[in-house]
């Protein structure tokens, strides 16, 4: 099912099945060039399937952005361990709702980009880590799994080949943490989702102590499309080192919000105007998210002349991420929308190492005293000070995620942290009790 | 401890999809889904779990306190989990979580006195395209307004 109304302005190669008839069905799947880049697969050698992978310029899309080529290479394929194939599609890195539409619309070229993967890194087993609110997923690619077997694209002796794979689904049960790759396995093998230590990277040492190759869903989701019109095709859609496209989930204050799919390199001002129908109420940008909460906050300035890539995103002090926008109007509170943000990391952070642990709840309490009209002048730079001492000293990447917006929240809006100090209350409450009346 | 046939083969299924010796990974899909079915993770439920999957029991208690989604005590019939994340603040979900709360009497993780509704103010559903977003027990609901969410609770106090 489509949640919103697609926007000609996008280009639609992993979306191209979403509002087709049944389009999670293996028969619309095979109706409209289903695993044939399977069959195309299994002809090729996995060198020349990574060869491929490389060439597509395809970026992971979980939120860092590594090259996926360059990930499936690393795992030993020589190596005795048996090797695994694993979904994280687990999303839930706030403002993010792309795997999902993705999954429900598609399940199937899920399956394929696993296969795919599986024959570049010789594995025989793959599992979807899905979380636990995505439960209707579950449903979904039970059944495509299912259909899968049946039509001998999954088990044994796949198309007549040598070739076996096994796919199986994973529930999580509410954990942000799990998304984490490491934590994510942590949380596969039925531990608490600790992050682990690296190196090793779980390409070498990931689900079950073996060699893993570890993709967001919509990173496995390009992989048919790639082999099927080539990695030169794919690249060719983006910009020089970003192929194809991205999934964008565009929320907050537009007009036409939903998730489009958009070339690599696409103008901020157009997604925003043009994809979006413009602001709300015809009101002006006051900040911008590019790609989930983690993500340090841009301003509308910041925001000319940009494009979404990771090297443009970059250039600005910021990230592509996964692909969750958020527009804000002018009269958003920028302290109330630091205090969510830290709402949230400090009630995800897994508590496992201290700067994440006490930084995230300090920060947490700070803000809510600030943002209450409680604040002190010194506040401002402690917000500032106690962000700053997390970056880079945690265990895993949480600690920046909560950091990073923080620390540019309050560098780039501290004349809203001023407007709030003395006991005033917050300025905006009343201009968002209007915005809602 | 026994449970439905549907839930038995889903046991069975989950108890073969690791490797030899891994079935440990089992434990945490068999709780949420035996939760599903039982209606929140008892004492009992804990011990069967151990059990079939070979572990200590303060093994899979100590797994169950990390993830949000297991909970020791019953929640309502209807569990209707508000979204208050990033997305949906700006659209209006803090209101609708007020309005919810007043509305029912009740707070974060409470139950109304008669069973039927608990409420939850949760973190990103990845709805937020389409927010404010609220589940009802699995059950998105998107682009939610406070009548909307009227009718919607005024639905779950009549459904048995
Ligand atoms: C705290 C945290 C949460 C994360 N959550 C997710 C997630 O929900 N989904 C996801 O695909 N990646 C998530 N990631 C990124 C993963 O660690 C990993 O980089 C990614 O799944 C790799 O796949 P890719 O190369 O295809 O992007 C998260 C990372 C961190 C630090
Ligand atoms: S922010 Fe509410 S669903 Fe994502």
Same mark, same amino acid.
């Given at each position: 099912?489509?949640?919103?109304?697609?926007?000609?302005?996008?280009?639609?190669?992993?979306?191209?099945?979403?509002?087709?008839?049944?389009?999670?069905?293996?028969?619309?799947?095979?109706?409209?060039?289903?695993?044939?880049?399977?069959?195309?697969?299994?002809?090729?050698?996995?060198?020349?399937?990574?060869?491929?992978?490389?060439?597509?310029?395809?970026?992971?899309?979980?939120?860092?952005?590594?090259?996926?080529?360059?990930?499936?290479?690393?795992?030993?394929?020589?190596?005795?361990?048996?090797?695994?194939?694993?979904?994280?599609?687990?999303?839930?890195?706030?403002?993010?709702?792309?795997?999902?539409?993705?999954?429900?619309?598609?399940?199937?070229?899920?399956?394929?980009?696993?296969?795919?993967?599986?024959?570049?890194?010789?594995?025989?087993?793959?599992?979807?880590?899905?979380?636990?609110?995505?439960?209707?997923?579950?449903?979904?690619?039970?059944?495509?799994?299912?259909?899968?077997?049946?039509?001998?694209?999954?088990?044994?002796?796949?198309?007549?080949?040598?070739?076996?794979?096994?796919?199986?689904?994973?529930?999580?049960?509410?954990?942000?943490?799990?998304?984490?790759?490491?934590?994510?396995?942590?949380?596969?093998?039925?531990?608490?989702?600790? &992050?682990?230590?690296?190196?090793?990277?779980?390409?070498?040492?990931?689900?079950?102590?073996?060699?893993?190759?570890?993709?967001?869903?919509?990173?496995?989701?390009?992989?048919?499309?790639?082999?099927?019109?080539?990695?030169?095709?794919?690249?060719?859609?983006?910009?020089?080192?970003?192929?194809?496209?991205?999934?964008?989930?565009?929320?907050?204050?537009?007009?036409?919000?939903?998730?489009?799919?958009?070339?690599?390199?696409?103008?901020?001002?157009?997604?925003?105007?043009?994809?979006?129908?413009?602001?709300?109420?015809?009101?002006?940008?006051?900040?911008?998210? &590019?790609?989930?909460?983690?993500?340090?906050?841009?301003?509308?300035?910041?925001?000319?002349?940009?494009?979404?890539?990771?090297?443009?995103?970059?250039?600005?002090?910021?990230?592509?991420?996964?692909?969750?926008?958020?527009?804000?109007?002018?009269?958003?509170?920028?302290?109330?929308? +630091?205090?969510?943000?830290?709402?949230?990391?400090?009630?995800?952070?897994?508590?496992?190492?201290?700067?994440?642990?006490?930084?995230?709840?300090?920060?947490?309490?700070?803000?809510?005293?600030?943002?209450?009209?409680?604040?002190?002048?010194?506040?401002?730079?402690?917000?500032?000070?106690?962000?700053?001492?997390?970056?880079?000293?945690?265990?895993?990447?949480?600690?920046?995620?909560? +950091?990073?917006?923080?620390?540019?929240?309050?560098?780039?809006?501290?004349?809203?942290?001023?407007?709030?100090?003395?006991?005033?209350?917050?300025?905006?409450?009343?201009?968002?009790?209007?915005?809602?009346? | 401890?026994?449970?439905?046939?549907?839930?038995?083969?889903?046991?069975?299924?989950?108890?073969?999809?690791?490797?030899?010796?891994?079935?440990?990974?089992?434990?945490?899909?068999?709780?949420?889904?035996?939760?599903?079915?039982?209606?929140? @993770?008892?004492?009992?439920?804990?011990?069967?779990?151990?059990?079939?999957?070979?572990?200590?029991?303060?093994?899979?208690?100590? @797994? $169950?306190?990390?993830?949000?989604?297991?909970?020791?005590?019953?929640?309502?019939?209807?569990? @209707?989990? $508000?979204?208050?994340?990033?997305?949906?603040?700006?659209?209006?979900?803090?209101?609708?979580?007020?309005?919810?709360?007043?509305?029912?009497?009740?707070?974060?993780?409470?139950?109304?006195?008669?069973?039927? $509704?608990?409420?939850?103010?949760?973190?990103?559903?990845?709805?937020?395209?389409?927010?404010?977003?609220?589940?009802?027990?699995?059950?998105?609901?998107?682009?939610?307004?406070?009548?909307?969410?009227?009718?919607?609770?005024?639905?779950?106090?009549?459904?048995?």
């Amino acid at each position: 099912m489509l949640y919103n109304e697609p926007s000609p302005l996008e280009v639609r190669v992993l979306s191209r099945r979403f509002g087709l008839p049944n389009s999670a069905s293996i028969d619309t799947y095979l109706a409209t060039d289903g695993y044939k880049a399977l069959r195309k697969a299994l002809e090729m050698k996995p060198e020349e399937i990574i060869e491929e992978v490389k060439t597509s310029n395809l970026r992971g899309r979980g939120g860092a952005g590594f090259s996926t080529g360059m990930k499936w290479s690393f795992v030993p394929r020589t190596s005795p361990k048996p090797k695994y194939i694993v979904v994280n599609a687990d999303e839930s890195e706030p403002v993010t709702c792309k795997d999902r539409v993705l999954i429900e619309n598609d399940p199937h070229q899920l399956i394929e980009g696993m296969l795919i993967a599986a024959l570049a890194a010789d594995a025989h087993a793959g599992y979807i880590y899905i979380r636990g609110e995505y439960r209707y997923l579950i449903d979904i690619l039970d059944t495509a799994i299912a259909e899968a077997y049946q039509h001998g694209y999954l088990g044994k002796n796949i198309l007549g080949t040598s070739f076996s794979f096994d796919a199986y689904t994973h529930t999580g049960a509410g954990a942000y943490e799990c998304g984490e790759e490491s934590a994510l396995l942590e949380s596969l093998e039925g531990k608490r989702g600790i &992050p682990r230590i690296r190196p090793p990277f779980p390409a070498v040492v990931g689900a079950f102590q073996c060699p893993t190759v570890l993709n967001n869903v919509e990173t496995y989701c390009a992989a048919p499309a790639i082999i099927r019109d080539g990695g030169a095709a794919f690249a060719a859609l983006g910009v020089p080192k970003a192929g194809g496209t991205k999934l964008t989930c565009l929320t907050g204050h537009v007009n036409k919000p939903g998730v489009y799919e958009l070339p690599l390199g696409f103008s901020v001002d157009k997604m925003i105007n043009e994809v979006g129908g413009g602001i709300r109420g015809g009101k002006k940008l006051k900040a911008f998210i &590019p790609g989930g909460s983690s993500c340090p906050v841009l301003t509308a300035a910041e925001c000319e002349g940009l494009t979404m890539d990771y090297d443009a995103m970059a250039k600005r002090k910021t990230m592509l991420g996964s692909g969750g926008v958020v527009i804000m109007d002018e009269d958003t509170c920028m302290v109330k929308v +630091a205090l969510r943000i830290m709402r949230f990391y400090a009630h995800e952070s897994c508590g496992w190492c201290i700067p994440c642990r006490e930084g995230t709840s300090w920060l947490r309490k700070t803000l809510v005293r600030f943002h209450d009209g409680m604040g002190q002048r010194d506040d401002i730079g402690l917000i500032g000070d106690l962000a700053k001492n997390m970056l880079g000293r945690t265990f895993c990447p949480l600690g920046d995620a909560a +950091a990073l917006p923080t620390i540019s929240i309050v560098e780039k809006w501290a004349a809203e942290f001023e407007a709030h100090l003395n006991g005033r209350p917050c300025p905006y409450e009343n201009v968002s009790q209007l915005v809602m009346a | 401890m026994t449970f439905s046939p549907e839930l038995e083969a889903k046991f069975d299924k989950l108890l073969k999809s690791y490797p030899p010796g891994r079935q440990r990974a089992a434990m945490v899909p068999m709780l949420l889904f035996a939760q599903d079915e039982v209606g929140s @993770v008892t004492r009992e439920l804990v011990d069967e779990v151990a059990k079939r999957v070979g572990v200590q029991a303060l093994q899979v208690d100590e @797994v $169950i306190t990390y993830y949000s989604m297991l909970h020791r005590k019953p929640l309502g019939k209807h569990h @209707v989990q $508000i979204c208050t994340n990033i997305s949906c603040l700006l659209t209006g979900g803090e209101e609708l979580w007020k309005h919810a709360c007043a509305k029912l009497g009740i707070g974060h993780k409470e139950v109304t006195p008669d069973g039927r $509704i608990s409420l939850e103010e949760v973190e990103c559903i990845g709805a937020c395209s389409w927010a404010p977003a609220l589940q009802v027990n699995y059950d998105f609901h998107h682009q939610v307004t406070p009548e909307k969410l009227d009718q919607l609770l005024d639905r779950l106090r009549k459904l048995t």
